[in-house]
């Protein structure tokens, strides 16, 4: 039977003709069980995912497969993307038992949910030995599943505990951070560890924001060099821009070629950051090209963000986007094409599969001569037309609140940061104004529909798919990020819904999720009650619900003043730092928001007439502290409070800059406001 068919899962989709029997994720599929007397077998996974095609393609497409699990188990496909609770608890359980996790994830539960064996993906033969042997030890050794499933269940609780040791989240703990990634950073090739590589977009701007508190030239370094080894490398699209998911290999040669939201949106805000605080023209092309892969490739109009690109094309992982020097030459005749092959490092003997090789950017183009640049540009522009017209990935169209939230506070801030630094003389200015305008209204496009369609009943969804919102509720993650989007929105555009609507998804937040001793649960009090109620205070592929909350309480109580939303905000904080100092690597997030309160973070208004043109409004932004908020506009604004009460200097514009809720005096010009913002007059750019 397929009951997938009105999923709103592109992934559950995907499975529907199976000669598989699969449930969604339901209270109906676990009374199904228990009336049949057989065990349940939940498959997670996501549309992006290699091995869960290959899996699909062995076994779920597979009759004979089918019908041993039509017989012997109750199957239930879950998207770990619409269902993060559901991952989470059943990740923790698989990590338990195997020592690792990955997707596709395959777990066997009682019919009450408690998982007693778990694994990944599964070869179709030994799959079938699997159910085989489930299918007996259920019969046959019931007493001692049961006990293996209630020892794995006390595992999850263990690990998913709340209320362990707090201690603030000070310099200290945050230079030990700093001085720990340091430790486990390549000095070769950037990054931290060795392959596989994932971007670590998170630490980036935690170190970032580090080096701008403490002037640590280590930490810039370490940004700096992975920043332009990743965007170098194969794991970046040289030719249509955006990030591949991470790389197999150590140098970001050769990568796993799906393309995710959260990535590229919080590689957009590191780059973002990078050319801001550096003025580096790689990171400034990086960040617009990442803008741009955005607003072409995933936006949907008139919705939001979609959540990923396939890694798979027509089954065949890289078929998009691998070359041969033949085919450059093909494409570009023999010149250009030996130019394209010693520019992006194509070989006879290739850095992929069947001698094809993954364009990385193997010479300095960015500071080359206008020729070169020029040339570099005309020959990307006809590959990525040849490239258009091969078979392309798959998209995953459904809107994810959480990742669209981060694709939309690291627009807002390269809209500002491009503000700052395009001017008409600059050889891209036409690129880089389309560009803006386009990522401007894909970003207020997403805006729009979090608030119209994923906010119901004052509580947000977690997922939409064709202008039509989902069943599944929305997790701790979701209102953090969503929160500090519309923040950002506040601070971007000076309109007070952004800040009103901010402030009720965090009210939501605290009083649904929050648990004991400052800590969160990642599922709110009145959601589905599952085996364990996740609660995992660790960043890793996203920001953890925890500091992804903290970062919105913090934009929240600097643009309004509220204290309590800060208070909320350290005590979350105290009981992450435990964890910061000594696996700096899983708490980027958290350490990057711990920075800009011990910053500050900053408080500036700019009141004037012209919020667009005011130099005032442009040196605020260009020497921004670290998590500072910025808000420019007419005295006594509507809904903006950081504009209340501060009128004109002598009917000029003034800056009022304040930090940790004290103030400053007003100051009305450009040198007045770098100093009291710590950097030197002469450091504008």
Known sequence: MNRLANATSPYLLQHADNPVDWWPWCDEAFAEAKRRDVPVLISVGYAACHWCHVMAHESFENEQVGALMNDNFVSIKVDREE??????VYMTATQAMTGQGGWPMTVFATPDGTPFFCGT???RANFTRLLQSVTTAWRDQRDEVLRQGAAVVEAIGGAQAVGGPTAPLDAPLLDAAAANLAGEYDATNGGFGSAPKFPPHMNLLFLLRHHQRTGDPRSLEIARHTGEAMARGGIYDQLAGGFARYSVDAHWTVPHFEK??????LLLRFYTQLWRLTGDPLARRIARDTARF???????????????LDADTDGVEGLTYAWTPAQLVEVLGEEDG???????????????EHGMSVLRLARDVDDAAPEVRARWQRVVGRLLMARDARPQPARDDKVVAAWNGLAITAIAEFQQVAALYVSPQDEDANLMDGVTIVADGAMRDAAEHLATVHLVDGRLRRVSRDGKVGEPVGVLEDYGSVAEAFCALHQLTGEGRWLTLAGGLLDTALEHFAASGGAYYDTADD?????????????????????????????????????????????????????????????GYAAMVGEALLSGPYEIAVVTGDPAGDPL?????????????????APDQPGVPLLADRPLVDGQSAAYVCRGFVCQRPVTS????????????????
């Open 294 to 308: 955005l607003a072409d490739e995933l936006h949907r109009p008139g919705e939001g963000f979609a959540s990923a």
């Open 121 to 123: 993906y599964f070869p």
């Open 83 to 88: 269902r993060p609770d559901v991952d989470a």
């Open 670 to 685: 450009v040198d007045e406001l770098v100093a009291e913002l710590g950097a030197a007059p002469g450091d504008a750019r």
């Open 617 to 633: 409004v442009a040196a605020a932004r260009r020497h921004a502290p670290p998590g500072a908020v910025v808000v420019a506009g």
């Open 527 to 587: 959601a589905e009650q599952l085996v364990a109620r996740p609660a995992d205070p660790t960043d890793n592929a996203t920001p953890s619900g925890r500091s992804a909350l903290v970062a919105g309480l913090v934009a929240y109580a600097a643009l309004t003043g509220q204290t309590r939303y800060r208070e909320a905000a350290e005590a979350a904080l105290a009981t992450v730092a435990p964890i910061v100092g000594r696996h700096a690597r899983f708490t």
């Open 260 to 265: 995710m939201l959260y990535d590229n949106a």
């Open 338 to 352: 030996r130019f394209a092959a010693d520019l992006f490092a194509v070989t006879d003997e290739g850095t992929f």
